[in-house]
């Protein structure tokens, strides 16, 4: 049979496939071009680990071993027949073109990995058609690209089976010995040619549906690759990009605005409105979600019944950026402004109208996030959920004016009171009654500023949990000062509530504070204040070493600095809070404090370290009314009593709020105890007897 015909087909199937494909590709990526600038090139060492291990790895994706195992084997799949894709296309110009050097060793691989595929393929249909897991919603497009896969390996065998099979069913001992030749190495290939050759079928007949085959193999081939950027698979072409291009700064870090003051004097929409708000990465996050719900899974917000999934926050944006492809490929105006010039809408109309991005998402859903980033944390293709949210808080609240009730109060209280309860300042230190505490001002190079935070100077639990850390540093012999009355908030809620201002304002206030009375080193035993100072002050030039108690506790005793006595036995679990654990990768630590205490029995349940759940006062939600669905603290309460605890440990002052009050909802006020890990130290804390008097 005569090839010759296939040179000008494939030629036309490359010029139509190809060119419709680069100019989708081309529409997408100015989009992502007229984002804002952002850099990600830096660090290529530990962008190309992260590339290898959750790209090429899949480490993310065996979160789920079952559906992990599946993707990583097509996605292998699909690195490996690349090469005999090439192959295909290219004989269309040459037939039968073996791939140079490497044809030999290719064949079986190709052959083993394309049945691999296939049998992956069937897994995914029996996943999506009969166990339905909840978090993925039925799709159509979905079950269409698995068909296109799994049609690319029947077609590939088929048509090596048929081809090779036609001519060694010919008598020509010529075609006989180039088919054996070809496949030779081809198990699979092989067995189908044979099989083929003796079926009775008429080689030209086999040889016809052979082509048949082959033009179906690149016809889908091409199909698939325009249907990439048209729908959800475009993450086949994105994702491994997006995780070599993914956040490498610390993860609790929120983006830094510059020249806040001059924009709001020059009155400049700030935060995420539109499309141009978004960064070129925050757009290639867009296009590369693959809508596999894995985000939505442990989102505390979504699972006790808020507006806010994760994943649809992705989905509503990317919606929205799709849609608004056509004006920035156009030069770009903005759409209401459009609408009031073409007198759709009066000018007034568009001036207060809620921009399509933000309406497209429903505020609602922005103000229930807690920040606990366990979305991104599951998000087997790094996509960032948080930035954008805040992104978006940002603009509500510093353009537009526009937040829950709360949230303007809070604000106004940092800005009068330098705290988010508005309690006078004078009432900040008192805590430190009759307690010895040394201050800044009387102490004369202290090792360590004790950051003392908020909820620790004017919440009577956490003022408990704050004398407990002055004894343990005080027991350690650590020469440290507090700045009592002078102290203001780090601006963690300020931030997280979208006012990007005011926490720079407080951060810089800090700081200047701090590095004019020499301040070097800072202990505290909030998480949010920890994050705050530790990652986010950077980004006002200052660079303290932050310590958090949960991470210098374990180290005094590890240096014999805390002797401590056995308490009584007690089961404790332990509740990780998203900022020292998800944030900043603390885990080991506190739990090391805990197990040094003789008596305690320390136990886990499923959802602790990276799966455990937020306690629900994260993104400033501790100043927000929780009106919608069932109450976060409750539900995580209700998790952490499945380990049977007498005690509930933790290291955080908002969550011992949290959960203190969760216990109470539960009824267990008597019988469970809400202790932070200062708490229990310091009540089995060995101090040395004080030194006698010389006078009677
Ligand atoms: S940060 Fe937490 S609360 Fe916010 S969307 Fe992600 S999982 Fe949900
Ligand atoms: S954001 Fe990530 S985890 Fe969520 S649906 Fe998209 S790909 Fe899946």
Redesign the pocket.
Known sequence: MSYAYRLPVVILLLVVGLGLFAKTLYGRFRVLKAGRPETRWDLVENRVRGLLEVGFGQAKMFKEPASGLLHALTFWGFVVLGARTTQLFVQGFVPDWPLPVIEAIYAPIKDVTAAVVLVSILGFFYRRLVVKPKRIAYSGEALLILGFIGGLMVTEFLFEGLHFGGMMASGKPDEIAHATAHVANAPIGSALAAFFATSGLSPTLMQALGEVNYWIHLVIVLTFMNLLPLSKHFHVITSLPNVFLSKLEPKGALSFVPDIEKSLEEEKPLGLSKTEDLSWKQILDLYTCTECGR??V?????TTGKP???KM?ILDIRDHVYADQARILAGGKVPTAALAISGEVTAEEAEGAMPALIAAVNPDAIW?????????EQCPVMIE??DK?IDIRRHLVMTRNEFPKEVGTTLKNIESKSNPWGMASGKRFDWAKDQNIPTLAETENPEYLFYVGCAGSFDDRAKEITLATAKILKAAGIRFAVMGKKEKCCGDPARRMGNEYLFQTMAQDNIDTWKEAGVTKIVSNCPHCYNTIKNEYKQLGANFEMVHHSELIPQLIADGRLNLSAGEAQRVVFHDS?YMGRHNDVYEQPRDALKAIKGIELVEIERSEKLGM?CGA??ARMFMEEKIGSRVNNVRVEQLLEAKPEVIASSCPFCMTMLSDGVGAADKKDSIKTKDIAELIADRLILPAPAEDAAP
Do not use: M
């Open positions: 985000c939505e442990n989102c505390p917000a979504w806010l999934n994760p926050i229930s996030c807690t920040t606990c980033r366990s979305c991104s959920h948080v949210i998203c937020c994260g993104g």
